[in-house]
């Protein structure tokens, strides 16, 4: 529709992607590629049927440490589109002290907004830097010779003095365009702005959350508070033209257009991925109506008429959530799907299972992934000099160490790697300051030397893994 037309992600490309960070889970990796592809194709069908089509919400089960949390973060970058991730656990029920349901529609639709301002701000790049550049310009003209700030001091063959010629303007704007002019300082006039206020403590009680945000926007356009101020400011010629190209691009850009596309944006290709569903699940079954059940019992039927389908106000206007995809994640291990109310289980209809992790799965997370847990050691000591350099025994036995913990204390999955990388690395990590220079060759008889006290004792392992 009015989306600039980019390419999107077929389903295969989406599961390579997810491919390069998260390894195995299938399943779930098709479900949400699909998803994400089928927002696309419900924007090209026929006007008639656009409507009808209603988002396939996704519920992602599996145990804890599997890659649920992992999937969504990466899912963002690949989306195209508003996504935010939010934790069903943080949202109380309207009229408790928390985060209504609502703001998550609130927040995407900030996001979106930010979004489509950031594409129109970049059509008119050119122009704001064109802009900005004369904006300095006229400051190095203006400052009189000498004085801090003015340009010609640093003249290359001697000082001139400036008469604002247009020669000499040009012959500065290439000087200005080729960097030569970079870290010299001048003074500019920027727009004071900067983050609002913080006003967080009115946070509590139903529809605050709103009413904060209008008056922190009422504060913000206020003179004085950064709304409209400019503040004269000393900085360098090159910070200067990125403030002023920033603020030229805010002036060329149609607001009211942002605001058009932007909610447009949200309502047909939002997405809001529900982490933690489990825990606002009845623990008591369904019929539980005690304690903290009372409030995930509400959380619940907050949730429904957003799921379902229903009109958000934001201060930037109403938005439709009808086409709004949710996916859903818990672990489900002390409740399960069913224990949700069936309203909201029956706006789920996919479910995907992710599968608990073995072996074998480990020592593939610990070699694929782009920016595996070895990876990061290994650029982490890399700053201090010193190379680490892990055999394939030693990754082995790092994940048959990992898979052990987790089989004879608790299943924590992929985390446990963490654990344990950390307790076989802590030495290394401690004096590497002093190993400048040196290379650690990380054999399965280091890690075993590491470990083995640790995996003995039971009581110990607790602890430490
Ligand atoms: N399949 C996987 N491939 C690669 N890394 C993984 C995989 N599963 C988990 N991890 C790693 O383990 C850690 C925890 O994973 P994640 O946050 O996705 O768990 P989760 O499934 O959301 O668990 P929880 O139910 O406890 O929230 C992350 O650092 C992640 O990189
Ligand atoms: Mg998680």
């Known amino acids: 529709m009015s989306h600039p037309e980019r390419p999107v992600f077929t389903p295969r490309e989406v599961v390579s992607e997810l491919d390069r960070d998260i390894v195995g889970q299938d399943k779930a990796k098709r479900a949400v590629a699909i998803a994400l592809r089928n927002r696309w194709r419900r924007r090209h069908v026929p006007e008639h049927l656009r409507d009808e089509i209603a988002p396939k919400n996704i519920i992602m089960i599996g145990?804890?440490?599997?890659?649920?949390?992992?999937?969504?973060?990466?899912?963002?970058?690949?989306?195209?589109?508003?996504?935010?991730?939010?934790?069903?656990?943080?949202?109380t029920e309207v009229g408790y002290v928390g985060r209504d349901v609502e703001s998550m529609i609130r927040d995407l639709t900030e996001l979106a907004i930010n979004m489509v301002k950031h594409e129109q701000a970049e059509r008119v790049e050119a122009q704001a830097a064109r802009k900005?550049?004369?904006?300095?310009?006229?400051?190095?003209?203006?400052?009189?010779?000498?004085?801090k700030g003015g340009y010609f001091a640093v003249g290359p063959d001697g000082a001139i003095a400036p008469t604002g010629g247009s020669e000499d303007r040009e012959a500065l704007?290439?000087?200005?365009?080729?960097?030569?002019?970079?870290?010299?300082?001048?003074?500019?006039?920027?727009?004071?702005?900067?983050?609002?206020?913080?006003?967080?403590?009115?946070?509590?009680?139903?529809?605050?959350?709103?009413?904060?945000?209008?008056?922190?926007?009422?504060?913000?356009?206020?003179?004085?508070?950064?709304?409209?101020?400019?503040?004269?400011?000393?900085?360098?010629?090159?910070?200067?033209?990125?403030?002023?190209?920033?603020?030229?691009?805010d002036k060329l850009v149609d607001m009211e257009r942002v605001v058009e596309?932007?909610?447009?944006?949200?309502?047909?290709?939002?997405?809001?991925?529900?982490?933690?569903?489990?825990?606002?699940?009845?623990s008591g079954g369904r019929g539980g109506g005690q304690?903290?059940?009372?409030?995930?019992?509400?959380?619940?039927?907050?949730?429904?008429?957003?799921?379902?389908?229903?009109?958000?106000?934001?201060?930037?206007?109403m938005v439709k959530t009808d086409h709004i995809l949710f996916i859903a994640a818990g672990a489900f291990h002390e409740t399960k799907v069913s224990d949700l109310i069936p309203e909201l289980q029956g706006r789920f209809p996919i479910r995907v299972e992710l599968d608990a992790l073995g072996e074998a799965e480990f020592l593939r997370i610990l070699q694929e992934p782009k920016s595996s847990l070895i990876k990061q050691y290994e650029a982490l000591l890399a700053t201090e000099?010193?190379?680490?350099?892990?055999?394939?025994?030693?990754?082995?036995e790092i994940a048959r160490v990992a898979y052990e913990a987790n089989t004879r204390l608790e299943n924590i999955g992929a985390r446990r790697l963490h654990?344990?990388?950390e307790t076989v690395l802590e030495d290394i990590s401690f004096k590497a300051p002093e190993m400048r220079g040196q290379t650690v060759?990380?054999?399965?008889?280091?890690?075993?030397?590491?470990?083995?006290?640790?995996?003995e004792d039971e009581d110990l392992s607790r602890y430490i893994l």
């Open 63 to 91: 145990p804890t440490g599997v890659g649920k949390t992992e999937i969504a973060r990466r899912l963002a970058r690949l989306a195209q589109a508003p996504f935010i991730k939010v934790e069903a656990s943080k949202f």
């Open 132 to 147: 900005a550049e004369d904006r300095v310009l006229d400051e190095l003209l203006k400052a009189p010779g000498g004085r």
């Open 173 to 249: 704007r290439r000087k200005l365009r080729d960097g030569e002019l970079d870290t010299h300082e001048i003074e500019i006039d920027a727009q004071a702005g900067g983050p609002g206020m913080p006003l967080g403590v009115l946070g509590g009680g139903p529809g605050m959350e709103e009413i904060g945000q209008q008056i922190q926007d009422m504060f913000s356009k206020l003179p004085g508070l950064g709304g409209g101020k400019t503040r004269r400011k000393s900085v360098t010629v090159k910070e200067a033209m990125r403030l002023l190209t920033g603020e030229e691009a």
């Open 261 to 282: 596309l932007a909610l447009e944006r949200v309502q047909q290709s939002g997405i809001i991925f529900l982490d933690e569903v489990d825990k606002i699940a009845l």
């Open 291 to 317: 304690g903290p059940d009372v409030s995930r019992g509400g959380v619940q039927r907050d949730l429904l008429p957003i799921v379902e389908g229903s009109t958000v106000s934001t201060k930037h206007g």
């Open 385 to 396: 000099q010193v190379t680490l350099q892990f055999s394939d025994d030693a990754l082995a």
């Open 419 to 421: 654990t344990v990388l």
């Open 441 to 455: 060759q990380v054999d399965a008889a280091l890690v075993r030397a590491r470990l083995g006290g640790v995996l």
